[in-house]
Structures are given as structure tokens and as C-alpha cells.
């Protein structure tokens, strides 16, 4: 009832008037996936009533270009029952002269990859995120596994289809150090850092997201200082979406890339102010769909905004 008669096409004011009814710095009162709702609902009715696309009233006239996908393909970490301590393996056909094709690509790299398996023995049920979940022996062999697939889709490795890793560092640490207990290792921020780099130089590994923990700003620091210059630093769980902590980040020079997700913000508001934020950085902004994900279509309306989408369940 507090925004009935309100004008649709003001998303500032009612965004607004959403974050001053829930009154809590973590919108813990309302609730960020009820206000994302409401948010998102109101630009929508805007966009009907001015007779656009969601993406046009959005992104404007510089709403014209499709983003890169990033598919989730193998699983690991708390996404799956495997041997795997780092949590999502990723493909990035960057290679495609459009999005169609690109989509194209990383869907027959992901079908390549259960016959190369199958092949091995090994299980094919997916996980969490609906990429598979196979009892590995450790992560390199996950990352050789997609190796493999992208060759054997007749596609070349490094020009055509690229690698990205999701280790959600934060998981696996404790007390300091990082421990992969799946594979019996632990690690310092310091070794955690070389290992990434050695994976980088030895396999095309264009993305690396929640590389160290949280709160190992120190870390996130030398991470991209050693490999910022190569590779895009994601930032997921080190900024949750928050425009303070990714200030923080960009002070700092922890990351070159922020991960969006529009429920941990709430608004749509804040969210492309979070997008613009970091792009005044020279960050990337990463879209991401959530693990329990609705049918709701709504963030592709985002992407023509941004360079990546991350993660899109492949059917």
C-alpha cells in the first residue's frame, strides 16, 4: 500500500522509498529478494508504458551489444558430492562472432564434456549449478577433463573457447590458510597465488572469481598485482554486490571485476550504480543468475550494460 499512486517511471523515488520502509543497513526487515521484486516489477511497468524492451529503457541507446557467456560446466566445492575443492569450472567462448554462436559453442563444448566422461567412467549427474559433478582427483584434472572436451568440440583452446574458475576461496579457509581437504593440501595466501599462477600459465584461464577469501584483502592485493595485468580478478564473494566494500576494493586495487548479484543489493537502483561504480574503475561487471534460481528473465535485460554473463544453466 506504500507505493500505490507512485509514478513508475521515477525508479529512483521508489527505489528509494523501498530502502526507507525496510529502515536495516542488510534490508533485513523487508526482506532484498521481496524489494528486488518490487524494484524490478516498476521498471518493468515503466518500460510497457513507454513501449520498450526491458533492456531499451534500461540500458538506452548504448543497449545494442550482447555479453560474452560464462558457463558453469563442472562442479565442485559445496555445489557437489565430488573430489573437487575449488567449486565451479568455466568456459568462456569468447571466440564466437556473436552471441548465438558463442551459446552454440559452449553448449557442444558441455555435451563434448559428458561423452568424454562417459568415456572415462566416471558419473555424469550434475550439481548444484547443473554442471557435472564427477568424483575427481583433484582440480587440475577437472580443468585437463575440459581441456579435452573443447579439443574433441573441434574448437581451439585459447582463441576460440577460454577457461574460468570459481574457487570460492572462502570456503576452504580456515584459520589463515586455505585448506583443500579433498586433496589433502593446505595452502598460504602466498601459495594459493602461485598455484593460480601456474594454472594460468599452463592452461587458457581467462577468469579467476573468488580466488582467496573474503576478508584476505592482503591476498586479493597480490593476486592482482601478479595477475591483473593477464587475466580478469572476479570479486564475488569479496564485495557481495556492496558499493562500500567495493570501494574498498578499488582503493585498494584488490580486484579488476565485480560479480552482480541483484539480490544481494536489492534494488535495481543500487545495482547499476554498483555497475557504474566499478566501471569508472576500469572494472568489469560480471551478471549472475543465483544456485536457486527463479524462471524469471529479467537480469538478461542487464547484460546489454555489461561484458559477461556468468554461469547461465545450459539445457
Do not use: C
Not at 84 to 100: H, K, S, T, Y
Not at 107 to 126: C, D, G, P, Q
Amino acid at each position: 500500500p506504500k507505493i500505490i499512486g507512485y509514478d513508475a517511471t521515477d525508479q529512483l523515488l521508489i527505489d528509494k522509498l523501498l530502502i526507507e520502509l525496510d529502515g536495516t543497513s542488510n534490508k533485513s526487515r523487508l526482506g532484498a529478494n521481496a524489494i528486488l521484486g518490487v524494484s524490478l516489477a516498476t521498471a518493468k511497468a515503466a518500460a510497457d508504458f513507454f513501449g520498450l524492451p526491458l533492456y531499451y529503457y534500461i540500458g538506452g541507446v548504448n543497449a545494442k551489444e550482447l555479453p560474452v557467456p560464462m558457463m558453469n560446466i563442472l562442479n565442485g566445492g559445496k555445489h557437489a558430492d565430488s573430489g573437487v575443492d575449488l567449486q565451479e569450472f568455466m568456459i568462456v567462448p569468447a571466440g564466437g562472432a556473436n552471441f548465438r554462436e558463442s551459446l552454440r559453442m559452449g553448449v557442444e563444448t558441455f555435451h563434448t564434456l559428458k561423452k568424454v566422461l562417459k568415456e572415462k567412467k566416471y558419473n555424469v549427474a550434475v550439481g548444484d549449478e547443473g554442471g557435472f559433478a564427477p568424483n575427481l582427483k583433484s582440480s587440475e584434472e577437472a580443468i585437463q577433463l575440459i581441456v579435452e572436451a573443447i579439443k574433441k568440440a573441434g574448437y581451439e583452446l585459447g582463441k576460440d573457447v577460454f577457461i574460468a574458475l570459481d574457487p570460492a576461496a572462502s570456503e576452504f579457509y580456515q584459520d589463515g590458510k586455505y585448506v583443500l581437504s579433498r586433496e589433502g593440501v593446505t595452502r598460504t595466501s602466498d601459495e594459493m597465488i602461485d598455484y593460480y599462477a601456474g594454472l594460468v600459465d599452463k592452461y587458457p584461464i581467462i577468469s579467476i572469481e573468488d580466488g582467496l577469501a573474503e576478508d584476505d584483502w592482503e591476498g586479493w592485493q597480490k593476486l592482482t598485482q601478479k595477475l591483473g595485468h593477464k587475466i580478469q580478478i572476479v570479486g564475488d564473494d569479496l564485495y557481495v554486490t556492496d558499493k562500500k566494500r567495493l570501494s574498498k576494493g578499488i582503493e585498494l586495487k584488490a580486484s579488476n571485476s565485480i560479480l552482480i548479484k541483484l539480490n544481494q543489493i536489492g534494488t535495481l537502483t543500487e545495482t547499476l550504480d554498483t555497475i557504474e561504480t566499478a566501471k569508472r574503475a576500469g572494472f568489469t561487471a560480471v551478471i549472475s543468475h543465483r544456485s536457486g534460481e527463479t524462471e524469471d528473465t529479467t537480469i538478461a535485460d542487464l547484460f546489454f550494460k555489461n561484458s559477461f554473463l556468468l554461469s547461465w544453466y545450459i539445457i
